[in-house]
């Protein structure tokens, strides 16, 4: 292919790719954390903040001072442990007898390979508020599920 069909920025190298911005909330909510997530994040900008700077870090950077000065720390409630409530890790029966533990976190402590889910996800809302033995249902992409709680604790 001729010179004259290409383009200057096909030659440059690429950029890095940043992570999903923090704190994609709706307008008005309050940016929960956990005590542990609010510490894994202030760990995780003294880390960045010693290492060679580049424009993804300097974003990461950004990113993480920016949640951490809205972050409001949620600490667990005192027990017995009872009722499901933000921080709480929920051991649910499904309809099929399996046993599930999520975490109910903020939305920068999600992590879907730990079970760490949103508050905000329609699991999470179900369970809030729910006590051990009730049975909560909540809509996920395969139709209605019921749940059963089994167990909640606390860190």
């Known amino acids: 292919m001729s010179k004259a069909f290409t383009r200057e920025s096909d030659e440059l190298p690429e950029r890095p790719a940043l992570k999903q911005p923090l704190s994609a909330l709706p307008p008005g909510t309050k940016n929960y954390f956990t005590p542990p997530g609010v510490l894994k994040l202030r760990l995780e900008l003294e ?3 010693s290492e060679p700077s580049s424009t993804a870090i300097r974003q990461r950077i950004f990113e993480i001072q920016e949640s951490l000065l809205s972050a409001v720390a949620v600490p667990p409630p005192p027990p017995p442990w009872e009722q499901v409530l933000f921080g709480a890790t929920v051991t649910v029966r499904n309809q099929l007898g399996e046993h599930i533990t999520y975490r109910i976190v903020g939305v920068d402590e999600t ?6 889910i949103s508050w905000l996800s329609p699991v999470a809302k179900a369970l809030l508020k729910a006590r051990v033995g009730e049975q909560v249902r909540f809509r996920a992409p395969a139709g209605e599920q019921d749940l059963e709680i089994v167990k909640v604790e606390y860190e």
């Open 111 to 116: 992590d879907t390979d730990r079970d760490f």
């Open 47 to 49: 880390r960045l903040v």
